[in-house]
């Protein structure tokens, strides 16, 4: 019999009823350092006081009023990010699948009011991952989660990750855009060079094309910036984010120049839920603490401490690990076990993560994290690896 809740998940018979900091407390009184993060989302940790009274304080006042409305919080978040980030405008809705969609949406308006309307096609690369919708799921071309979704949505062309010889025969006079992760993180933890970053900002404005940046999972702060191609010193037209934009209420944001947007006008693109005072409060809060002075400074640091850790760590355990990756705070362990089944002594022993592409073990754990949680991660990864090498 098909259980109430969709089985479309493998859970673990494990179940939190509270959080704190970068804790989680099992129902059964485990208590469990959260490496996790609900996939990269819980960037500020569980029940932060700050998040939770600005949360408490809007539920009092209004919770809905659709976006017919003028929503004054809205306003000021988009102010917020257009002023710290590369944008000119912002489009909210509930989720990093939907802040693509939105942006795919964006660069086919653009070319359709620039009076080329052939180029509609998008080129993204091997190895990414954009959502669950149709159409992301399209866009990322993984076989594995487009599997009994047939027809597949028309329009994206991939390329291997990091390939620009293959991205420059790959444009048409169809193509309209480029969407990449600078980071990828459902694909393994691969963080492009940015030297490629700054290539595909230099392709784009040659072919004219407008260049997406999927910032979902690695933006908001966790490489040590506000957004990780800040790193590279070049901008995209459009860029998606989510996750840790809401740290954990449902909210996500499609980013762009007033030129790309410059198609999306009344009635172009919508969403009942996205941008209301309850997701706009929280997100406000979000950015009142990354953006407070040294805080992205001091993400990098312990990120750079995590990093070194890790190197060792590998060293130590030959057998199980192959390589540490990633950046910032968005890391993982390529293992030469199962990837899941170093997950899986992680948690026995006390810390959470997940597993990614690539048989790699992803750590995305709160940017609140401090040197002793470090230590406490590595040495619960520590006892789990030599446990699996024994």
């Known amino acids: 019999m098909i259980s109430a809740v969709m089985p479309t998940y493998g859970r673990y018979d494990l179940a939190f009823e509270r959080g704190e900091g970068p804790y989680l407390f099992a129902t059964d009184g485990r208590r469990f350092l959260d490496f996790a993060s609900g996939i990269a989302v819980n960037a500020l940790g569980h029940s932060h006081p700050h998040l939770v009274k600005a949360l408490s304080e809007q539920a009092k006042r209004v919770w809905h009023t659709s976006n017919l409305y003028r929503i004054p919080e809205q306003e000021r978040l988009a102010e917020r990010l257009v002023e710290n980030s590369f944008a000119d405008t912002v489009f909210f809705c509930n989720s990093g699948a939907e802040a693509v969609e939105c942006s795919i ?32 799921l399209a866009a990322a071309g993984n076989e594995k989660y487009l599997k009994g979704f047939d027809p597949i949505v028309e329009g994206f062309d991939h390329v ?23 980071v990828q993180g459902e694909g393994g933890i691969r963080p492009a060079s940015l030297d490629y970053l700054r290539q595909l900002r230099a392709v784009a404005d040659e072919f ?16 040590g910036k506000l957004f990780a191609h800040e790193w590279a010193g070049v ?43 309850l997701a706009m409060a929280v997100a406000n809060a979000v950015l009142d603490v990354v953006l407070a002075d040294g805080f992205l400074g001091r993400v990098d640091k312990v990120a750079r401490r995590l990093w070194r850790e890790l190197e060792a760590l590998v060293k130590r355990h030959p057998k199980v690990l192959a ?5 910032g705070l968005i890391l993982g362990l390529k293992c030469h076990v199962t990837n899941t089944t170093l997950v899986d002594k992680a948690r026995e022993l006390g810390l959470l993560t997940v ?35 024994a």
């Open 105 to 136: 949406k964006v660069a086919r308006k653009y070319h359709d009011e620039s009076g080329t309307p052939e180029r509609y096609r998008v080129i993204g690369c091997a190895g990414s991952f954009h959502g669950r919708t149709l159409a992301t």
């Open 160 to 182: 291997a990750f990091g390939n620009l010889n293959e991205l420059r025969a790959a444009i048409t006079p169809e193509t309209a855009a480029i969407l990449v992760e600078p």
């Open 208 to 223: 004219g094309l407008l260049l997406i940046f999927d910032e979902v999972q690695c933006g908001m702060g966790r490489s």
């Open 235 to 277: 901008t995209p037209d459009i860029m998606a984010t989510a996750k840790g934009l809401g740290n954990g209420f449902p909210v996500g944001a499609c980013l762009a120049t007033e030129r790309a947007a410059k198609g999306m006008t009344a009635g172009s693109h919508g969403s009942t839920f996205g941008g209301n005072p």
């Open 323 to 327: 390589e540490a990756r990633g950046a």
């Open 355 to 389: 597993g990614a592409g690539e048989n790699v073990v992803r750590l995305v754990p709160p940017l609140i994290i401090e040197d002793a949680h470090v230590q406490e991660a590595v040495a619960t990864l520590d006892r789990a690896c030599a446990q699996l090498a």
